[in-house]
């Protein structure tokens, strides 16, 4: 890795088929063929030019030249490397620089471009897991939030920014890329499209939230717009949408001026957030669905909430037929339960038996009706019972 400033190595050029360049542009190729998103193909051609540079320096120019020896001496010379400030790269750097190496090499010997893959045993470093370091208050996140100056339409627009920030807890380049037709405002909704992943959520956004931004799409972004108007809603100076990067700068100047001994930029509004409404009282699992969370992390929850209802539907006497596995019915159904300020409610209706909701049970006290989830189920998960009249439960069996 060069250092700023300095010229980077120059490898062979494009026009070798076998050298670590043009494999390596096919192989970034193949990943868009395959959608992987430009910030991941971004990644992945940054560390493999790292690597490349590295082999180029040591007289190595083409992926059948590596060998298990020298990936594992690449790995070394990572461990070792420091930045400019004379700290060592993290672990979690490392395997970062690593993990795009073993996809290169893997990919190569399944197009038989070379005869084995010596990336295959080559182990990662483990990644710690580690809690955030700073996580606000309320009362400090009001600090940061009350610093723009809302009569000028810079600060008007910051003030939005970090409102919204507060409110759901997107990642930064989920708000750059807001458009206007995202808001709802008579939901109090704002759909997130293309996520991290490329998945699209919905989520609440508070009403404070939701006033500053209509302020600053009334007062501010006229000021700021320049045609072709691609209905972006925060716009910089110059009328452009935000660079992940200037929005991180932006939020951390706030940060920093509220002399609050903590750092940390649009992610630190984020554990704000998720940890602000887990002290509150809300359930983890509709927080993750806030956050966008993997279907991984969320799947240990939907066990342990798949075991606690069991135990309900055991209590409540709703046998479910053993004898018959293939009768049961995974029955999910997304319910929009109420949205206030920070709360909209997917209700998951995990498995139940179907013929359980449908026929009379195997009992000598007669046929039972058709089965309808108890009011202790949604108590207990903090599901408001008021509020599920005519959203179609009565009818989940028919």
Same mark, same amino acid.
């Given at each position: 890795m060069p250092r700023k400033g300095q010229r980077k190595l120059r490898v062979r050029d494009l026009g070798d088929p076998d050298g670590f360049p043009f494999l390596a542009a096919v192989f970034c190729d193949a990943l868009r063929q395959k959608n992987y998103s430009p910030a991941t193909v971004?990644? &992945?051609? %940054? *560390?493999?030019?790292?690597?490349?540079?590295?082999?180029?320096? @040591?007289?190595?120019? !083409?992926? @059948?030249? $590596?060998?298990?020896? $020298?990936? #594992? @001496? *690449? !790995?070394?010379?990572? +461990? %070792?490397? &420091? !930045?400019?400030?004379?700290q060592p790269l993290t672990f979690r750097s490392q395997a970062t620089h690593l993990i795009p190496? &073993?996809?290169?090499?893997k990919w190569l010997t399944r197009e038989n %471009?070379?005869? *084995?893959?010596?990336?295959s045993e080559l182990e990662l470093p483990? $990644? #710690?897991k580690r809690l955030p370091k700073h996580v606000l208050t309320a009362h400090e996140a009001e600090q940061v939030i009350a610093l723009p100056d809302v009569r000028e339409p810079m600060g008007l627009r910051d003030r939005a920014i970090l409102e919204v920030f507060y409110s759901t807890g997107m990642r930064r380049m989920e708000l750059a890329n807001l458009k206007l037709y995202d808001l709802d405002a008579e939901r109090g909704t704002v759909m997130i499209r293309q996520g991290k992943g490329k998945k699209d959520r919905m989520i609440p956004i508070g009403e404070r939230a939701l006033a500053w931004v209509g302020k600053y799409l009334a007062d501010a972004r006229p000021k700021l717009v320049q045609e072709p108007d691609d209905g972006t809603i925060f716009l910089t100076n110059l009328g452009e949408a935000f660079t992940p990067n200037r929005l991180t700068q932006m939020v951390r100047e706030y940060?920093?001026?509220?002399?609050l001994g903590k750092k940390g930029a649009c992610h630190l509004f984020r554990h704000t957030m998720a940890t602000l409404m887990l002290e509150n009282g809300a359930d983890v699992r509709f927080i993750q669905e806030m956050l966008g969370h993997s279907l991984e992390v969320r799947s240990?929850?939907?066990?342990s909430f798949y075991a606690d209802f069991i135990g309900i539907h055991s209590s409540l006497n709703l046998t479910v037929h053993q004898s018959?596995? %293939?009768?049961?019915?995974?029955? *999910?159904?997304?319910?929009?339960?109420?949205?206030?300020? !920070?709360?909209? $409610?997917?209700?998951?209706?995990?498995? +139940?038996?179907?013929?359980?909701?449908?026929?009379?049970?195997?009992?000598?006290?007669?046929? &039972?009706?058709p089965f309808v989830p108890h009011r202790r189920l949604f108590s207990r998960y903090g599901f408001p019972c008021p509020l599920l009249a005519g959203s179609g439960f009565q009818t989940l069996g028919g």
């Open positions: 971004r990644g &992945r051609e %940054h *560390y493999l030019g790292v690597l490349v540079r590295w082999c180029a320096e @040591r007289g190595l120019f !083409q992926p @059948r030249e $590596i060998t298990k020896p $020298i990936l #594992e @001496r *690449y !790995q070394r010379w990572l +461990f %070792h490397y &420091r !930045q400019k400030n004379g190496v &073993r996809a290169f090499f %471009h070379i005869l *084995y893959n010596p990336a483990k $990644i #710690e940060v920093d001026a509220a002399n240990r929850h939907k066990i018959r596995p %293939h009768a049961r019915t995974w029955l *999910y159904t997304k319910v929009f339960v109420g949205c206030s300020i !920070q709360s909209l $409610i997917w209700i998951r209706v995990l498995p +139940f038996a179907h013929r359980e909701m449908t026929e009379a049970p195997l009992s000598p006290s007669g046929p &039972r009706k």
